[in-house]
């Protein structure tokens, strides 16, 4: 059963901004760390970044560092986690996955959403 559901994907210009959403139940998502993955056709998917289920650490691959940020809101009844992208690069081209991790973001999470489609046309 998909627990996170991500939105906000689409078509944006290199050089533009784009924020993506997930939205999952509190129960359990308020105690997992939190973050997004990617893939692009015939590659596998990649880490982008995450954020500590306690909201005080983030870490990021080295291509998008510096560029896209990991927030998380915390609700009565849902956590919401963004993604916001800045400075796009056709290279930025994938599908993003929510994930969530019970334990370490260093392991592979636990649980994905279905995914949104970034296009970043040059």
């Known amino acids: 059963q998909e627990q996170l559901v991500e939105s906000g994907g689409g078509l944006v210009q290199a050089g533009g901004s784009l924020r993506l959403s997930c939205t999952a139940p509190?129960?359990?998502?308020?105690?997992?760390?939190m973050g997004w993955h990617r893939q692009t056709p015939g590659k596998e998917r990649e880490f982008v970044g995450s954020i500590s289920w306690t909201g005080g650490s983030t870490y990021y691959s080295d291509a998008v560092k510096g560029r896209f940020t990991v927030t998380r809101d915390i609700g009565k009844d849902t956590v919401t986690v963004y993604l916001q992208m800045n400075s796009l690069k056709p290279k930025d081209t994938a599908v993003y996955y929510c994930?969530?991790?019970?334990?370490?973001?260093?392991?592979?999470?636990?649980?994905w959403g279905q995914g949104t489609l970034v296009i970043v046309s040059s």
């Open positions: 994930t969530a991790y019970s334990q370490s973001v260093m392991q592979l999470p636990d649980c």
């Open positions: 509190g129960q359990p998502f308020s105690t997992y760390s």
